[in-house]
């Protein structure tokens, strides 16, 4: 997608020097764009376990090329196959709630359990990670392509007048390695020259609609509006919102999903005021091995200073103010499930499907037990 009318993914080879993984450091924006470079395992699980690169595809490719560069690390160690094994470990332990982590560490795993030497091993992680890589980014150009009809329905009927959109947390481009997952069908919308609006749930404690999404759709071109957390509610009961996409960062196999917290109350209100609230999400947000998200799927705990400090500009400067009494304790969840009967749908590379586990195993049918 576009920073400054310039194409960029959120993660890259470095082109002259293939032991440099490059992403955008998001702690900076929407205020600074800064590149990091990812030069060791121990760099790159700093930088998913503190949110320099967020966002459960974007997390996934990040852990590819972090076994990337442990094959390059492994090369001076004496035992590779248990250097490999524990920097699967550190990976996996940097963030617990998105499966795309442990989907994109047990695929290097796998692709390297099947050679030998330690040149071939780097061959191969570097392959299977700009695989990786380069599958999320189509799949979700294809949620895109798929997602967009819903849109396009919602339009007609409202005879080409705007569509209004209501998103939580960042689900777009920056959580992913290009598109989106809930922002492709807008993106592909707008594309397509249908009118469309996008409310932005600011997304607390750390903002990611509010610095993130709107980032984003400002630099597409996308009319957004950013709102307070609490607002959504408000809007649909009057009739300001056609629709609801988010992401997920985990979907069990009967369709529940986990996403950034406060998901859940915003698809009880859209259910009550009969707004159709839908999940975009790619096949490695599946985990398929779980049914209920409620009892099943683990929610990250994070830091409770997230809830007590906000970081914004001042005077030009990115500082950190303190909002709540210094002595009052804070606790910080970081994702809720939204159960499958509240999700009218969910949208994935392959098509659009109910939340159950029958209709979404007609679009994985290799996943039948
Ligand atoms: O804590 P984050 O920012 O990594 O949270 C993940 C998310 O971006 C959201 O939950 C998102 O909607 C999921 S889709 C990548």
Redesign the pocket.
């Known amino acids: 997608m576009k920073v400054e009318g310039k194409n960029y993914r959120t993660i890259w080879l470095n082109e002259n020097d293939n032991a440099i993984v490059s992403v955008i450091d998001q702690r900076f924006l929407p205020h600074q764009f800064v590149i990091e470079n990812l030069t060791s395992v121990n760099k790159t699980c700093v930088a998913i376990a503190d949110?320099h690169i967020?966002?459960?595809?974007l997390?996934g490719a990040s852990a590819g090329y972090g076994m990337y560069l442990a094959t390059l690390e492994a090369k001076n160690k004496k035992n590779v196959d248990e250097y490999l094994k524990q920097s699967a470990i550190k990976l996996k332990a940097t963030r617990p709630t998105?499966v795309n982590l442990e989907y994109a560490v047990n695929r290097q795993l796998q692709a390297l359990s099947k050679v030998k030497s330690i040149d071939e091993k780097i061959f191969v992680a570097k392959q299977t990670a700009l695989l990786i890589a380069y599958e999320d980014a189509d799949y979700c150009r294809r949620i895109g392509e798929h997602g967009v009809s819903i849109i396009e329905q919602i339009s007609k009927n409202k005879k080409g007048d705007l569509v209004n959109i209501l998103t939580?947390?960042?689900?777009g481009w920056l959580?992913?390695v290009d598109y989106g997952?809930?922002t492709a069908p807008i993106y592909e919308a707008q594309k397509r020259g249908i009118k469309v609006h996008v409310y932005v749930d600011e997304t607390r404690p750390?903002n990611?609609g509010a610095s993130l999404t709107a980032w984003e759709l400002l630099q597409q071109g996308i009319p957004h509006t950013v709102i307070a957390d609490n607002t959504g509610g408000h809007l649909m009961q009057h009739g300001m919102v056609d629709m609801v996409i988010?992401?997920?960062?985990r979907v069990t196999r009967s369709g529940d999903a986990a996403?950034?917290i406060g998901t859940y109350l915003k698809a009880l209100a859209a259910k009550d005021n009969n707004i159709p609230f839908y999940v975009a999400l790619p096949s490695s947000t599946f985990d398929w091995k779980i049914k209920d998200g409620r009892k099943d799927i683990e929610i990250e705990k994070r830091n409770p200073d997230e809830v007590k400090y906000m970081q914004g500009l001042c005077d030009g400067e990115l500082k950190t103010i303190l909002v709540t009494p210094l002595n009052s304790p804070a606790v910080n969840y970081?994702?809720d499930v939204t159960p499958a009967r509240l999700i009218t749908g969910l949208i994935t590379e392959r098509g659009i499907c109910k939340a159950n586990e029958k209709d979404i195993l007609k679009l994985f049918p290799e996943q039948k037990q």
């Not at 967020?54 to 595809?57: D, K, P, T």
């Not at 939580?168 to 689900?171: R, Y």
């Not at 988010?246 to 960062?249: E, L, N, P, R």
């Open positions: 949110m967020r966002g459960a595809g997390i998105a939580h947390c960042n689900a959580a992913f997952s809930a750390r990611q988010t992401g997920s960062d996403n950034k970081g994702f």
